[in-house]
Nanobody, 128 residues
């Protein structure tokens, strides 16, 4: 069974950093585009960042540009989201997702539907 598992979330003060990881079991992430999405209470889910299977194509949401960085670790079969200068507004449940077409990636609502496999999500709380 194909599974994605997020890790690395938690509680951090504003200005702090966290590194989220998305690990796969049952399949090789190397062939999939991976996206990170988040959902805050009372808000719609939004795309944060994504990376193609080769790593040559990446997208980042304007709200986290310059603070969040996505990367792949092929040896670990995982994808990471480095989150720096965290703000209270970054508080949300973060999900990673895999898309069969790894040639590119997307973050919009239409693109979100193309991600077939989803993790259970992990909480990130930014609070003084």
């Amino acid at each position: 069974q194909l599974q994605l598992v997020e890790s690395g979330g938690g509680l951090v003060q504003p200005g702090g950093s966290l590194r989220l990881s998305c690990a796969a079991s049952g399949f090789n992430l190397e062939y999939y585009a991976i996206g990170w999405f988040r959902q805050a209470p009372g808000k719609e889910r939004e795309g944060v960042s994504c990376i193609s299977s080769s790593g040559s194509s990446r997208m980042i949401a304007d709200s986290v540009l310059g603070r969040f960085f996505i990367s792949r670790e092929y040896a670990e079969n995982s994808v990471h989201l480095q989150m720096n200068s965290l703000e209270v507004e970054d508080t949300a449940t973060y999900f990673c997702a895999a898309r069969d077409d790894g040639s590119s990636c997307g973050l919009g609502s239409g693109a979100e539907r193309e991600y077939k496999y989803w993790g259970q999500g992990i909480q990130v709380t930014v609070s003084p």
